[in-house]
Every structure is written in structure tokens, then in C-alpha cells.
């Protein structure tokens, strides 16, 4: 009867682990292995209950009814291991593959990264080449031009370009198109500087004031802003050989001031012409792209 009772409450530990093991649906290793324990357990248990079958049997034939029971549910217990083992390497596979992808992304934006650090020095390289060049080539136009000062005439680096404005006190009279000697003067001698700098762009820009033109021969502002670049770009290239293909003439009319004031010094300020002179930017494009 001892024995019987022995048997009776390992078979209701045998119940618990397996009512346990079907409520877990994904285990840890550790949690598996302990598991995997209690199999054992049970499967020498259940070795040791075949030897006492016979003398249980005449006792009680109920106890053959247990041990069948007791048998289906190791049955049942090997099954859920064997389904928690395919979990457990499941999870493992999915794991690695998972980090498997998340080291081939980061190694991905390291790619991208290097790209973007390399291309970033590059340009800095180029436009701290290009800054370099600008103002070399500024006081290169500076030294050039240095006999015009008092006339009107201003020279500065702006957003990597040269700037060079001539008052219309230097190149034209009040509602000409014609250049004076002094301006033609100028203007040579800026030739020369821009000569040496073919890879240079010139762009030419007539500014008038907001005073309406009071002569026939123009139509209005726009007209006469756009006949006074054309005219230095005449002199720049027909009389000191500097490449048509580099120049743009273009007239900005009254519409770009550089004082805003109506009075009679403001508006001598705005009838101005301005020669910008800008690098090439194809190395810095490509980059970019």
C-alpha cells in the first residue's frame, strides 16, 4: 500500500510537468534543458514502476490503468520536447539570420557613410581650392585696376565669385551706350588678368536707376541696361581677344539696386555695371552627383 501511494503522487507530478510544459509556447535554453531533465526523471521512474507491474497488478489491476495512463502521458511529454527542441532551433535560426541582416544594413551605412565623409572632404578640398583661386585672382584684378579707384570702381569675393562693379562715372555717360577712353582703359587692363585665367566665366550685368529713359533711341531701362553689357563684352572681345564663349551679357534694368534710397547719390550708386567672374564647377557637380 506504501508503494501504491508512492505511485499515486508521482503520477500526480508526472500530471503537473505536463500540464506545465503545455501551457509554455516558446522556451529559453536553460528552461529546455531543465525540462529535458525531468524526461529522464520520468523514464527511470517508469522503468522502475515496469518491474513492480506484475506485483501492483495483483493488488490492485486498477494500477496497470495508471501505468498505461502514466505511459501515454511520458508519450505525450516526449512529443511536446521534441516540438519545443524545432521551436528553440527555430528561434535560434531566426535569431541569426535576423542578425545577419542587421550586420549586412550596418555594414551598408558604413559603405554609404565612408562615401559621404569622402565626398563631403573632397569638396570642402575643392571649394577651399576654388576660395584660394578667388582671391588670388581678386588681387590679381585689384593690382590691374589699381589706377581706377577713385572712379567708381569696386572689387570683392562673394559666394566664390570675383565681383568687379564699374560706376557708369568710369564707363559711360548719362543715357549712352558709348565707353570713353578711361572705361576702354579699364577694361583692357582687366582683359589681360582674364586672359590669363581661361577657365574663368565672365558674366556681364547693366544697372541703371529707376529714373524712366527720356531718349528715343532706348525703349526703356531694361533696353539700355542690356546695350551697356553688350557693349563691354564688345570691348572685352572684340578688341582684347577675350573668348566669346566665356561671356554672358545680360541687363538687370532697375530691378537689383544696391541702395534703396531715391536720393541723387543712391541712384549714381545703382548705374553701375558688374563683371562676375566665376570658376568652372564641374569638378564640384560631379561630385555631387
Known amino acids: 500500500m506504501h508503494s501504491f501511494s508512492r505511485f499515486l503522487s508521482l503520477s500526480s507530478c508526472?500530471?503537473?510537468?505536463?500540464?506545465?510544459?503545455?501551457?509554455?509556447?516558446?522556451?529559453?535554453?536553460?528552461?529546455?534543458?531543465a525540462e529535458v531533465k525531468k524526461v529522464d526523471s520520468l523514464q527511470k521512474a517508469l522503468i522502475a514502476m515496469h518491474n513492480q507491474k506484475q506485483e501492483l497488478a495483483a493488488k490492485n489491476v486498477g494500477n496497470a490503468a495508471m501505468i498505461d495512463d502514466l505511459q501515454q502521458e511520458i508519450r505525450l511529454l516526449k512529443e511536446k520536447t521534441r516540438i519545443l527542441e524545432?521551436?528553440?532551433?527555430?528561434?535560434?535560426?531566426?535569431?541569426?539570420?535576423?542578425?545577419?541582416?542587421?550586420l549586412s544594413q550596418l555594414e551598408k551605412a558604413e559603405e554609404d557613410l565612408f562615401t559621404r565623409e569622402t565626398m563631403l572632404r573632397d569638396v570642402q578640398a575643392l571649394m577651399k581650392q576654388r576660395d584660394s583661386s578667388m582671391n588670388a585672382l581678386r588681387e590679381s584684378v585689384e593690382k590691374s585696376l589699381l589706377g581706377f579707384k577713385d572712379s567708381g570702381l569696386e572689387i570683392e569675393v562673394?559666394?566664390?565669385?570675383?565681383y568687379v562693379k564699374m560706376s557708369n562715372q568710369l564707363l559711360f555717360k548719362s543715357g549712352s551706350t558709348t565707353i570713353d577712353k578711361r572705361g576702354r582703359d579699364a577694361l583692357q587692363q582687366l582683359a589681360i588678368v582674364l586672359s590669363q585665367q581661361p577657365d574663368i566665366s565672365i558674366m556681364i550685368e547693366g544697372h541703371t536707376d529707376n529714373v524712366p529713359i527720356g531718349s528715343s533711341r532706348f525703349a526703356d531701362n531694361w533696353d539700355l541696361s542690356v546695350l551697356r553689357s553688350t557693349e563691354v563684352a564688345r570691348i572685352l572681345t572684340v578688341e582684347n581677344g577675350i573668348d566669346p564663349k566665356r561671356i554672358i551679357a545680360s541687363g538687370r534694368s532697375e530691378f537689383m539696386p544696391v541702395e534703396e534710397s531715391n536720393d541723387p547719390e543712391s541712384r549714381a550708386k545703382n548705374r553701375r555695371t558688374e563683371i562676375i567672374l566665376s570658376p568652372k564647377l564641374d569638378e564640384l557637380l560631379n561630385l555631387v552627383k
Open 158 to 162: 562673394k559666394n566664390g565669385k570675383v
Open 14 to 33: 508526472f500530471c503537473f510537468v505536463c500540464f506545465s510544459f503545455f501551457q509554455i509556447s516558446c522556451v529559453s535554453t536553460s528552461t529546455f534543458d
Open 86 to 102: 524545432e521551436q528553440l532551433d527555430q528561434a535560434k535560426k531566426a535569431s541569426t539570420d535576423e542578425i545577419r541582416n542587421l
